[in-house]
């Protein structure tokens, strides 16, 4: 490794650790009681060490969001439903992708509660970011609903109105179990389990729910 790789690694490393600390005053003390000095204490770096990687607290909470959200949406990308041809494989994949989903977010509780608690209260360009990204969401759900629709899958209906529903169960569960703290120590089996009957039991067709 070259000295050039070296700096390079050791400033990687400086950033992630800024940013995990980062994470855990933004967790204790909330966004704006959190103060730069005491995420600087908890590396062991001068403050002006912080400002060599970031422009200040706010713009270093904007990339915390922003990763977490990308970690979200990139893992409900991850739902393909190319090879889904039937009910029984819908739920299958409906679980894997809901408990990579649960892990992720649970693996990530004080970023999961930071999102919840502050994201949409410290300044309007996060607000948007957030919006954008809930577009996103929904616009997936939406077409992969449509697409679970054509064949056969899943009843008619606004698949707008049930991908939004959808976000939103997942969005209030987790709030209570990481948040609010409301559900125990309910393992990631436990939650899923319970929000894909919801979904396949909100889903079938009039055909199906008389058979």
Do not use: C
Not at 37 to 47: E, N, P, T
Not at 85 to 110: A, F, K, M, P, Y
Not at 162 to 184: C, F, K, N, P
């Amino acid at each position: 490794m070259s000295a050039q790789q070296r700096r390079k690694t050791r400033r990687d490393r400086r950033e992630e650790a800024l940013k995990n600390a980062a994470i855990e005053v933004f967790y204790e003390h909330g966004y704006h009681a959190a103060k730069v000095s005491q995420i600087v204490k908890r590396v062991g770096v001068a403050q002006g060490t912080f400002y060599l990687y970031f422009e200040g607290k706010q713009q270093l909470f904007g990339e915390l969001v922003s990763d977490f959200l990308e970690l979200v949406v990139t893992t409900v990308a991850s739902w393909e439903p190319a090879e889904i041809d039937s009910r029984d494989i819908l739920e299958s994949e409906l679980r894997r992708v809901g408990l990579l989903l649960t892990r992720v977010l649970l693996d990530n509780q004080q970023m999961t509660a930071i999102f919840f608690r502050e994201s949409l209260a410290v300044a309007p360009e996060f607000n948007e970011l957030v919006r954008h990204t809930y577009d996103t969401l929904l616009a997936m759900l939406t077409d992969f609903n449509a697409i679970l629709h054509r064949r056969g899958l899943i009843a008619e209906m606004n698949f707008r109105i049930l991908a939004t529903m959808t976000v939103g169960m997942v969005e209030r569960v987790i709030m209570e179990r990481i948040v609010y703290d409301t559900l125990g120590e309910a393992e990631p089996e436990e939650i899923v389990d319970h929000l894909i009957f919801q979904y396949m039991a909100g889903t079938l067709s009039l055909d199906e729910e008389s058979s």
